[in-house]
């Protein structure tokens, strides 16, 4: 419920007020030595300014920000596509924006009460929980921030804090808009409608060659060839250097001997058991047992399936009723039963159903494994010394393939791959090791520039160089044909079922009955009960939905389906509009989630307030000179 209202809360000056007050400190990580400040400023807000400094440390934390959310660094390309910067233009402007109208207003902080705030930050706290100057002043060196730059952040959070507060806190959201949400989101309908496929349309008709080239031509862009690029990377891992025939077997046998408990399978008991009301009852069913009555008769007895008694199989350390373990484990042979057992549900009688003994491995069987397993431990120790060799050798004028040969390394060469990893046949190569990094790396790197290694987990190393570059370049038809007419195709499809659609729905608004079509078109009428606003199902996608509601009963309407690929013919029956529903049906986390968008949107209608009052001048050319750096 209330889906709609919360999108709301989506807004730039919203997302920057919830940063500012949860992430008062959220310049950690980013360093504050990037580039000079200069005299000039980025945005000036009558006379606050953002310096050249502070819009690049905003811009690093968003690309981090972003990048945390997609798992991945963010290149320059990437950035700019997600809008980054001007996302960052946004934050700066609000802030400057309220700082502007704290210093009109002379709102301040005294120095006891920014102490105060400062003391109960726990990235200062010693492990008592006690503000530590020492830790203080490790922290601000750490990420390269004085204490006077650190002292104007707080200060500055801390004052927008006060007029974001004034306006927000403490807004609570009317009944009346609460009924009426309340009502918008549990009215229901029901709806009969005809799902047309293209089995409902004559099949299009192959394109003239002219056709298909001007509609090749108009979607050049989708059949582009992306920019390849070929590489060559070498793999460190301690499997890449480990030698399992440089192990003795003398050794092997020694790890087995110490370990041999790792290559031996307790022996396993599957049991059947039956719980009984109290221990008199249960003596007199192993009385019957012993006069030969068979378990399964007192299973039986009991109304119970051998299915309700069987426990599973378990070692005699892994049975999860320890008391019953000596019994088990002391029956002699498959079958066999144990005498009453006091079990943690009272008293039992268990068969043994199935016994697996005890086995283990020799060290014929194991000592391929054992061989590798010491191999590898043996690697993971020089596994460092082998980087520094590589390194050696690379700085002393070795090509990769050459370091890579002479640490009996094995280099590997990707003739041709774009930045998500496909090769021009479009199979997608799952084998590349860190795949993201390299990939991103790779494709920001120049042809045979020497670059730093990835690293691999904590102990392994990916070491890479662009052999050459294919650039992006646009297909030609003759290349993409077949996929250009399957596509032109289903387009057309597409269209003719819609335009079939509509002719349907106009006969249908000017009196035909949908039963009537239905059986014109060779399908059947089927309804939807009881459809909400959120009822998109497997066949009723979201337009479907958003068209049932469209209008009152009666309404007929056509609309694309869940797939996109077919149509859906709808004439709404009966509309419930919820009148009964009262604001007091709406739990009190929704009311709050309401009253704070509400809230947000009038903190953002207070940022356009001051923007248009104080004005804001923006110095692109600077900013990007920033962002050179």
């Known amino acids: 419920m209330l889906d709609i209202l919360r999108k709301g809360a989506q807004g730039w000056?919203?997302?920057?007020?919830?940063?500012?007050?949860?992430?008062?400190?959220?310049?950690?990580?980013?360093?504050?030595?990037?580039?000079n400040a200069g005299n000039d400023a980025v945005i000036t807000v009558g006379d606050t300014v953002v310096s050249p400094t502070e819009f690049r440390l905003a811009y690093d934390r968003q690309v981090s920000v972003v990048g945390r959310q997609i798992g991945q660094r963010l290149t320059t390309e990437q950035a700019r596509a997600f809008g980054v910067e001007n996302q960052v233009y946004s934050q700066l402007i609000a802030g400057a924006l309220l700082d502007e109208q704290a210093r009109e207003m002379n709102l301040g902080l005294s120095d006891d009460r920014l102490a105060a705030v400062i003391a109960d930050d726990p990235a200062f706290h010693d492990f008592n929980g006690r503000f530590d100057r020492n830790n203080f002043q490790s922290?601000?060196?750490?990420?390269?921030?004085?204490?006077?730059?650190?002292?104007?952040?707080?200060?500055?959070?801390?004052v927008r804090t006060q007029i974001v507060e004034a306006v927000s806190d403490g807004f609570k959201a009317p009944d009346a808009l609460i009924k009426a949400l309340a009502q918008y989101e549990t009215e229901s309908r029901?709806?009969?409608?005809?799902?047309?496929?293209?089995?409902?349309?004559?099949?299009?008709?192959?394109?003239?060659?002219?056709?298909?080239?001007?509609?090749?031509?108009?979607?050049?862009?989708?059949?582009?060839?992306?920019e390849y690029r070929k590489i060559n990377y070498v793999r460190?891992?301690?499997?890449?250097?480990?030698?399992?025939?440089?192990?003795?077997?003398e050794a092997a046998r020694a790890d087995y001997e110490a370990r041999k408990d790792r290559y031996t399978t307790a022996e396993t008991r599957t049991i059947d058991q039956l719980v009984f009301a109290d221990r008199a009852a249960a003596d007199a069913a192993a009385a019957d047992l012993a006069s030969g009555k068979s378990f399964d008769e007192l299973v039986a007895a009991q109304n119970r399936s051998a299915a309700d008694v069987r426990i599973g199989s378990f070692s005699k350390t892994g049975l999860p009723d320890q008391s019953m373990a000596d019994a088990v484990f002391a029956v002699a042979e498959a079958g066999g039963t144990t005498?009453?057992?006091?079990?943690?549900?009272?008293?039992?009688?268990?068969?043994?159903?199935?016994?697996?003994?005890?086995?283990?491995k020799s060290f014929e069987e194991v000592e391929a494994e054992i061989r590798e397993q010491l191999a590898l431990a043996e690697a993971g120790q020089v596994l460092l010394d082998v980087h520094d060799a590589y390194e050696d050798a690379?700085?002393?004028?070795m090509t990769l393939t050459e370091a890579a040969t002479q640490q009996k390394l094995t280099p590997v060469t990707i003739e041709a791959v774009d930045r998500t990893g496909k090769t021009p046949d479009g199979e997608v190569l799952g084998d590349i090791p860190e795949s993201n990094a390299l990939l991103q790396a790779a494709f920001e790197a120049g042809v045979e520039v020497e670059t730093p290694p990835i690293n691999i987990g904590a102990e392994g190393f990916v070491w890479f160089e662009v052999a050459d570059v294919t650039p992006a370049r646009d297909r030609t038809l003759d290349e993409v044909?077949?996929?250009?007419?399957?596509?032109?195709?289903?387009?057309?499809?597409?269209?003719?079922?819609?335009?079939k659609a509509t002719e349907l729905k106009d006969r249908v608004a000017k009196g035909a009955e949908l039963s009537a079509i239905a059986e014109e078109m060779s399908v059947a009428v089927e309804t939807k009960y009881g459809l909400t606003r959120r009822g998109a199902d497997a066949v009723f996608g979201a337009a479907a939905v958003s068209s049932a509601f469209s209008g009152p009963s009666g309404l007929v309407e056509v609309a694309s389906d869940a797939s996109?690929?077919?149509?859906?013919?709808?004439?709404?029956?009966?509309?419930?509009?919820?009148?009964?529903?009262?604001?007091?049906?709406?739990?009190?986390?929704?009311?709050?989630?309401?009253?704070?968008?509400?809230?947000?949107?009038?903190?953002?209608?207070?940022?356009?307030?001051?923007?248009?009052?104080?004005?804001?001048?923006?110095?692109?050319?600077?900013?990007?000179?920033?962002?050179?750096?």
């Not at 079990?343 to 068969?351: D, L």
């Not at 690379?394 to 004028?397: D, E, K, Y």
């Not at 289903?490 to 269209?495: P, R």
């Open 339 to 360: 005498p009453v057992v006091d079990g943690q549900f009272g008293p039992v009688i268990i068969r043994v159903a199935e016994i697996t003994p005890e086995s283990s």
């Open 139 to 158: 922290v601000l060196r750490s990420v390269g921030m004085s204490e006077e730059d650190y002292l104007k952040n707080r200060s500055q959070v801390a």
């Open 236 to 249: 460190l891992l301690s499997e890449d250097i480990s030698d399992p025939a440089a192990i003795t077997a």
């Open 394 to 397: 690379r700085a002393g004028g």
């Open 564 to 629: 996109g690929e077919n149509q859906i013919l709808l004439k709404v029956t009966s509309v419930n509009d919820a009148a009964s529903t009262t604001a007091a049906s709406v739990p009190e986390e929704q009311r709050t989630q309401v009253a704070q968008q509400m809230a947000d949107d009038i903190l953002d209608q207070m940022v356009a307030r001051l923007q248009a009052e104080y004005g804001v001048a923006i110095n692109r050319p600077l900013a990007e000179r920033a962002l050179a750096f």
């Open 190 to 226: 029901d709806v009969d409608y005809l799902l047309l496929t293209k089995a409902n349309i004559d099949p299009i008709a192959a394109p003239e060659d002219a056709e298909l080239a001007s509609w090749f031509d108009e979607n050049k862009a989708k059949y582009a060839a992306p």
């Open 481 to 499: 044909r077949d996929q250009v007419v399957a596509d032109w195709t289903a387009e057309k499809t597409i269209e003719a079922l819609g335009a």
């Open 13 to 35: 000056v919203a997302k920057f007020l919830l940063i500012l007050l949860v992430a008062s400190f959220g310049v950690w990580g980013i360093s504050g030595s990037i580039l």
